[in-house]
């Protein structure tokens, strides 16, 4: 088996874009990917809808739109900015997108999600993620990813819903199919690599304030 680590780095898979690799086409790209895959349960054609939370930074950003492709009716985000909503809608290709910093989460995710949600990617967890569990259809899928808080047993169990996590170092011997693919994805603009380059101490300061959409990037040097 293989891990990310000892794969060799190829600039043309990228086109260049070396960074790529620090983001949506490396771990976090990974983690998206074999998530939706693995966990997900998408199917095309099922009119399905899938929320992602966490949807600006670097695995939602590219889990959301890993669930367009693969067939979700719609994909609606939950993130923390106006600014943020407005890329995940204009730019990444998201159905609808919610900042649960303005108004009532629940009542933004009815109106975003009108057939309920079949697939939640959970990236945040607590009461966001209770908002969108309380809202789910009967045999939907939860992907953990990445948080452990505790949900409403009784919704989950109520409703048949499914709540795995998901760890992507399980799944070593589909990493290099996995980089091959989201790297075509990119090259082929179906799936678009979102990062925020800054130098270290304005980067570290803006990702603690949730400043970054995509993956955030520090430059050491011109």
């Known amino acids: 088996m293989k891990s990310l680590v000892f794969l060799q780095v190829e600039p043309q898979l990228v086109d260049g874009h070396i960074s790529y690799f ?11 990917l074999l998530g939706v895959r693995e966990k997900g349960h998408v199917t095309d054609g099922a009119n399905q809808t899938m929320v992602v939370s966490g949807a600006a930074g670097a695995c939602g950003s590219v889990a959301g739109q890993i669930g367009r492709v693969d067939g979700c009716t719609r994909v609606v985000g939950i993130c923390g900015s106006d600014e943020k ?46 908002a969108v569990i309380a809202q789910m259809n009967n045999d939907g899928h939860v992907i953990l990813c990445g948080q452990i808080s505790q949900y409403n047993k009784d919704a989950l ?7 795995e996590r998901f760890m992507v170092l399980n799944y070593m011997e589909k990493h290099e199919a996995g980089i091959i693919q989201l790297s075509q994805w990119v090259r082929e603009g ?17 990702m603690m304030k949730g400043g970054n959409i995509g993956k955030q990037i520090i430059k050491i040097s011109d």
Do not use: W
Request: net charge neutral; charged share 15%; glycine share 10%.
């Open 85 to 130: 909503c407005r890329v995940l809608v204009e730019d990444l290709g998201f159905s609808a997108a919610v900042n649960y910093r303005q108004g009532d989460v629940a009542t933004a995710l009815r109106e975003s999600c009108p057939n309920g949600v079949d697939v939640y990617f959970d990236n945040v967890g607590g009461p966001i993620s209770d």
């Open 190 to 206: 179906q799936i678009k690599a979102r990062q925020t380059l800054l130098y270290f101490a304005v980067a570290f300061c803006s």
């Open 157 to 163: 169990q109520s409703k048949n819903i499914t709540r």
């Open 22 to 32: 620090l983001g949506a086409v490396g771990m976090p790209g990974l983690t998206a």
